[in-house]
Each structure stands twice: as C-alpha cells, then as structure tokens.
T-cell receptor, first 114, second 111 residues
Framework: SQTIHQWPATLVQPVGSPLSLECTVEGTSNPNLYWYRQAAGRGLQLLFYSVGIGQISSEVPQNLSASRPQDRQFILSSKKLLLSDSGFYLC?????????????FGPGTRLTVT | QKEVEQNSGPLSVPEGAIASLNCTYSDRGSQSFFWYRQYSGKSPELIMFIYSNGDKEDGRFTAQLNKASQYVSLLIRDSQPSDSATYLCAVGGYNNNDMRFGAGTRLTVKP
C-alpha cells in the first residue's frame, strides 16, 4: 500500500512571501500525483496533477506552480503568496497504470497567509 | 462544468440508526464513484468505491449507484459517534485525472 508524506504540517506566511510545499510517495511506482486545495467548509479544488516526471497539468490559473523533479516527489510553489492562498493543501496519489483508480491523500498542510 | 452536489447538512442521527448520505452528479459519462470520510482538521480517507449500478456493501457501509438518475448514496448502518465526520462524494471519468469532489455532508451521530 502507498504512503504519502507532506510537510510542513502547518505554515503561517505573510502576504508576498514565497511558498514551497513538498509531497513524497512510498509504496508505488509511476504514480499519478495531485495537489488539491480545500478552503474552510468547502470541497476539494484540484490545482495540479502529474502523470510523470516533469509532466504537470494545471487546472486553474493562479499564482501557484507545481513541479515533479522525481517520480515520487511533487512540489507546490509560489513566488508571492496572496491572502486567498490560505487553505488546507492536500497531496494525493493513485496508480498511474490503473484506470479509474481511487486516490489516497497525504496528511495535508494547513497554510495561513497573514 | 462537471458538478457534484451534496447536501451540506448537518445531518444528525441517533446512535444505532441508519445514516443516509446522498450525492448527485451532472456528467452522464462518469464512470467511477467514491466516498471519503474527513474528520475535522484531517485529510480525507477512502471508505468505498463503486463502478456499477446497484449496491455494494462493506461492513456497516453500503454504497448505492443509479447511473440513470445520476445519483450515488452511502448508507451507514448502526451509526456510531465515531462516524461523526464530513463525508465527501467524488465522481470520476475513465481517466484518473478527471475526479471531481462534492463539498461534503457533515454527519453528527448523537450518543
């Protein structure tokens, strides 16, 4: 079974500061990787997904970016945070070669932009 | 826009009762359906998935799918206070990157 690690667990950052969130996956090769954001009391918004190293697809235009430097590593970044970037950031993964596969989530990073 | 709709609740049931959670979706081409449980402050955890019309049972949980009505539900039998959480419905297409989540229904099970 796969295990997803995320860090940091919580983060408080001022507006205009940079951001780097990291996600790593154990227990599966060639996973599909996903970044979601969940605002308070809201559903999950898909931000980015990746089907392989260096392959990133963006779902919504924003000041965030993602990178996948290794097969099991996914990074979410921003050069300048906005207040609206506050939320619960979740990394998810599923098996890349299996269609309609369920997604499993990491523990999340709670980001507060002040 | 592919929509997944859930009643936000809160849904309150007494301990031992059956909790019924509902979800509708707009994309008729949807192929895969998932229920996740999310405790406050935690990440979602997968409870069940269902791909075919009908019922699928796993312990106290039963997922029901009706593709003609574009409706999926989750029944929780013998509800326990530990079942109190937000339940997220997720609907996907054939491709893994095509999953959409509802906003969730908050369930409270009262002792």
């Amino acid at each position: 079974s796969q295990t997803i690690h995320q860090w940091p667990a919580t983060l408080v950052q001022p507006v205009g500061s940079p951001l780097s969130l990291e996600c790593t996956v154990e227990g599966t090769s060639n996973p599909n990787l996903y970044w979601y954001r969940q605002a308070a009391g809201r559903g999950l918004q898909l931000l980015f997904y990746s089907v392989g190293i260096g392959q990133i697809s963006s779902e919504v235009p924003q000041n965030l970016s993602a990178s996948r430097p290794q097969d099991r590593q996914f990074i979410l970044s921003s050069k300048k945070l906005l207040l609206s970037d506050s939320g619960f950031y979740l990394c998810a993964a599923n098996r890349g070669l299996i269609s309609m596969d369920e997604q499993y989530f990491g523990p999340g990073t709670r980001l507060t932009v002040t | 826009q592919k929509e997944v709709e859930q009643n936000s609740g809160p849904l309150s049931v007494p301990e031992g009762a059956i909790a019924s959670l509902n979800c509708t979706y707009s994309d008729r081409g949807s192929q895969s359906f998932f229920w996740y449980r999310q405790y406050s402050g935690k990440s979602p955890e997968l409870i069940m998935f269902i791909y075919s019309n009908g019922d699928k049972e796993d312990g106290r949980f039963t997922a029901q799918l009706n593709k003609a009505s574009q409706y999926v539900s989750l029944l929780i039998r013998d509800s326990q206070p530990s079942d109190s959480a937000t339940y997220l419905c997720a609907v996907g297409g054939y491709n893994n990157n095509d999953m959409r989540f509802g906003a969730g229904t908050r369930l409270t099970v009262k002792p």
